[in-house]
């Protein structure tokens, strides 16, 4: 028998937020799709005190789920790291307690203008690998066009009200038409357009503030930290005179 991966105990132990992400988050699911699991787990205090560190993120145990130290999620998340963002935001939460529930109440105080640069920025990434795909084969991967699609909408409906929304609501079919190729690519190429000029636009009138509340996060990080490196009370008995 395979000795437990120490990453693997730690998400199975320590889980403090899990949650559905993908094409089910977002309201894409068809038939096909997968089941795509986030999660955020708190590694024990103790384990920092020794010089090999626990892992920042842990692939597994189950398929197609990942995991973040709170820690790490918090710096990518107060970066504005668009896939940390929108875990926070999932309408599909399947476990927290606590600790996660404390987590998501703060999820406003990672939000912030940072946002345009790095959903926008992760888009022209993303555009890039479609033009590459354009050159290369004569098309695009219409899935991940219907994606940028759905991420830009979210870049710029995030800066107009200061609210993430994940799920695509009546823009589903759509986006699913884009996916499954029956749109033109100069259409698509237009409404990319489109949503690349409305998210600057609204850059210049955004609710969000220029910075995240970092210090706010912090104060939740050394709070978690301080009480997983108290001791445990033990549950004392009674008995019987």
């Not at 590694?43 to 597994?60: N, S």
């Not at 354009?134 to 695009?140: E, N, V």
Request: proline residues 7%; hydrophobic residues 35%; contains cysteine.
């Amino acid at each position: 028998m395979q000795p437990e991966d120490p990453g693997h105990r730690l998400v199975r132990d320590h889980t403090i937020f899990a949650c559905v992400m993908g094409s089910r988050a977002f309201g894409l699911a068809t038939d096909g799709s997968d089941t795509d699991r986030r999660g955020v787990f708190v590694a024990p205090t103790e384990l920092f005190w020794r010089f090999d560190k626990p892992p920042t993120h842990v692939d597994g145990p189950l398929s197609e789920q990942f995991s973040w130290e709170l820690e790490r999620f918090c710096e990518l998340a107060l970066r504005g790291n668009p896939n940390i963002l929108e875990c926070l935001h999932s309408p599909l939460v399947e476990y927290a307690d606590d600790t996660g529930r404390e987590l998501l109440a703060l999820r406003r105080t990672f939000l912030s203008r940072r946002v345009h640069a790095t959903f926008t920025g992760y888009a022209l990434g993303q555009r890039r690998k479609l033009d590459a795909d354009l050159r290369t084969h004569g098309a695009p991967r219409w899935k991940h066009a219907m994606h940028l699609l759905r991420l830009l909408t979210s870049a710029r409906d995030l800066l107009r009200t200061g609210e993430l929304t994940l799920d695509v609501g009546d823009q589903r079919e759509p986006l699913l038409a884009v996916k499954r190729g029956e749109v033109p690519w100069s259409e698509v190429e237009s409404w990319m357009a489109r949503l690349a000029t409305e998210t600057e636009q609204a850059t210049h009138r955004t609710p969000l503030p220029e910075e995240p509340d970092r210090r706010c996060v912090e104060d939740f990080l050394i709070r978690v930290r301080r009480a997983s490196a108290l001791p445990r009370t033990p549950v004392s008995s009674t008995r019987d005179a």
